[in-house]
């Protein structure tokens, strides 16, 4: 059991599942539209999930040493790739959405789902890319750690503001997720300050 959780087990693993829920939920629903629609929720969500620990993977293991966080550090470029995958499902299901009823998918977005869910994809894709060795190497440390600093705090504005707009808006169990987010970034930035505090300490020192 413990193999099928690491590096690209895992990736396999969760692609497995996911694509077995999201064929089961759409046929198993009478109306094509509602079943791509709980596609689309359930990509939504599990890309959060891991989304979410893959971001605070190396916060949580500074602040807290056991097992579980030792596990999300080692596999944290992998909970990425399966984010990413996740929310490549998640594409595909708006596409199909989109196609299949234009009028309702109209209803269901606006202008800052497209600004922010396309700014949030461009980055998905170029994390994507650039978790492979050739690519990485290519644009180099500095680069790399820069694209995924900046994409990781991009697709965390687009989760947490959608869900704030639908805690505000939906249902007040959106709230959970706003308080999740709100965590993570903040466990994040205190992450942050103390790396970039020790830095100036050890720059003093030497
Ligand atoms: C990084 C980019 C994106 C993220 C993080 C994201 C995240 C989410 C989340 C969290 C939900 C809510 C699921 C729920 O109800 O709990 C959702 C639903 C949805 N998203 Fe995305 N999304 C992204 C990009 C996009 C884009 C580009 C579009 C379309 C232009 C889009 C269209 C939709 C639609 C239509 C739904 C509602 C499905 C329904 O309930 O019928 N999303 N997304």
Redesign the pocket.
């Known amino acids: 059991m413990k193999v099928l959780l690491q590096r690209w087990n895992l990736v396999v693993l969760m692609t497995v599942i996911l694509i077995g829920l999201c064929v089961s939920v759409i046929y198993s629903n009478q109306d094509l539209v509602e079943g791509v ?1 709980a596609g ?2 359930i990509t ?2 599990s ?2 999930i891991m ?1 979410c620990l893959a971001f605070v993977a190396s916060a949580l293991q500074a602040v807290l040493k056991n097992n579980f966080t030792a596990w999300l550090q080692q596999q944290r470029r992998f909970l990425g790739l399966s984010f990413g995958v996740s ?1 490549l499902i ?2 595909i299901l ?1 596409i199909a ?2 196609r299949l009823d234009p009028i ?2 109209h209803a ?2 606006n202008l800052s ?2 600004i ?6 461009v ?2 894709f170029l994390m994507l890319l650039t978790s492979f060795h050739g690519p990485s190497q290519w644009i180099g440390p500095a680069k790399w750690k820069a694209l995924h600093r900046t994409g990781g705090y991009v ?1 965390w504005f ?2 947490f503001s ?2 704030l707009k ?1 805690a505000l808006t ?1 249902s007040s169990a ?1 709230w959970g ?1 706003v308080a999740v987010l709100a965590t993570v970034i903040a466990l994040r930035l205190y992450y942050r300050h103390k790396k970039i505090e020790k830095f100036k300490t050890l720059k003093f020192i030497y």
């Open positions: 629609r689309i929720r939504a969500r890309s959060l989304f929310h998640h594409g708006i959405f989109a309702l998918f269901n977005t789902t497209y922010f869910g396309i700014t949030g994809y980055f998905i697709i687009v989760f959608g869900s639908r939906v959106y997720i």
